[in-house]
């Protein structure tokens, strides 16, 4: 069984440009979490998607923030126009329903200059 | 969810058994206690996860005491690949996001 996949694996980018992160969560898993850590501080949650809905996303930083889960499958996260802040490692991971345990992709390590 | 408390890092040496201990004095009823393990340039993978009494599997044991307030994750025989950031969270069951802490920093040296 294919794991959560995360692309692309490293950016960087200059700040004021656009960024697309995108996850593949595994096959049939309706929950999708996107997470980030920044420099020095703790792992954050961003939001949760059900399927192609957003049901939490209550860690959104800004409204530069925008995530998106075509049709209950892979999931966007774009960053437009990227800060310096913004800087850090972002983590998706998935889970079927039912099911309390979580997979984790191995994340997209964003450089913002 | 209730906040966690874990040294900030820890050492051992290869073949000896480490024990985490993690605090969560205002854990609900509902809640349960759930341990991940990060490697470097990885993300968290779930080990294990109890509710109360004893949990074992193929990675480690969880000991909760009966008022749950905290947790020992324990590591039997830890190699050098057992070397990453290991964190305790209290989590609600089918339920939303995670909360992290800090996490322990296990050092094993040979």
């Known amino acids: 069984e294919a794991g959560v996949t995360q692309f692309p694996s490293h950016s960087v980018i200059e700040k004021g440009q656009t960024v697309t992160l995108r996850c593949d969560p595994i096959s049939g898993h309706d929950n999708l979490y996107w997470y980030r850590r920044v420099m020095g501080k703790e792992i954050k949650f961003l939001l949760h998607?059900?399927?192609?809905?957003?049901?939490?996303e209550s860690g959104m930083p800004n409204n530069r923030f925008l995530a998106e889960r075509t049709g209950g499958t892979y999931s966007t996260l774009k960053v437009q126009p990227a800060e310096l802040e913004d800087s850090g490692v972002y983590f998706c991971?998935?889970?079927?329903?039912?099911?309390?345990?979580?997979?984790f992709g191995s994340g997209t390590r964003l450089t913002v200059v | 969810l209730a906040k966690t408390t874990q040294p900030i890092s820890m050492d051992s040496y290869e073949g000896q058994e480490v024990n985490i201990t993690c605090s969560h004095n205002?854990?609900?009823?509902?809640?349960?206690i759930t341990w991940y393990q990060q490697f470097p340039s990885q993300g968290p993978r779930f080990i294990i996860q109890g509710y109360k009494t004893k949990v074992t599997n193929e990675v480690a044991s969880l000991f909760i005491p009966a008022d749950r307030k905290s947790s020992t994750l324990s590591l039997p025989r830890v190699s050098l690949s057992d070397t990453a950031v290991y964190y305790c969270l209290v989590t609600r069951n089918q339920g939303g996001k995670l909360i992290f802490g800090q996490g322990t920093e296990l050092s094993v040296k040979p």
């Open positions: 205002n854990i609900a009823t509902n809640d349960y």
């Open positions: 991971a998935s889970r079927p329903q039912g099911y309390d345990g979580y997979t």
């Open positions: 998607f059900v399927k192609e809905s957003k049901q939490d």
